[in-house]
């Protein structure tokens, strides 16, 4: 009866018991996709401009000597230095492979 009973706790009513009001945005709440010619055209006049401002926003930061680039994480990065992988990340390579390295006779050498 255990498992029926679960089911039937479950399996019954759910709209009520796990919907969550209001969860999912209303149609005119959402951003809507151009499917039209000329909406896809004022979109991409809409975005080209926004770029061309950001462009000439940052070219006038430049000429003014103030740094453009992008320094989010600069902070945490000098409080915790990493090591280069180069220089942590050490090599040795197997003895066999240095003997035929040295013999010249690359996978042949091996075998001797």
């Keep these: 009866m255990f498992p029926i009973g ?3 706790y479950f399996g019954t ?3 009520s018991r796990f919907a969550v009001p209001d969860f999912w945005p209303k149609e005119g709440q959402t951003h809507t996709i151009p499917f039209e010619k000329e909406d896809i055209q004022e979109e ?4 080209k401009e926004r770029r061309l401002a950001a462009r000439a926003r ?24 990493r090591p280069d992988i180069l220089q942590a990340v050490s090599t ?3 003895q066999k492979a240095a003997m035929a390295r040295e013999n010249g006779k690359g996978w042949f050498g091996w075998g001797k």
């Design 6 to 8: 679960i089911m039937y």
């Design 58 to 81: 940052r070219l006038g930061m430049q000429e003014q000597g103030i740094d453009t680039r992008h320094t989010e994480h600069q902070e945490e990065e000098a409080r915790h230095p």
């Design 92 to 94: 040795e390579e197997p």
């Design 13 to 15: 009513n759910l709209d």
């Design 44 to 47: 991409l006049s809409r975005l």
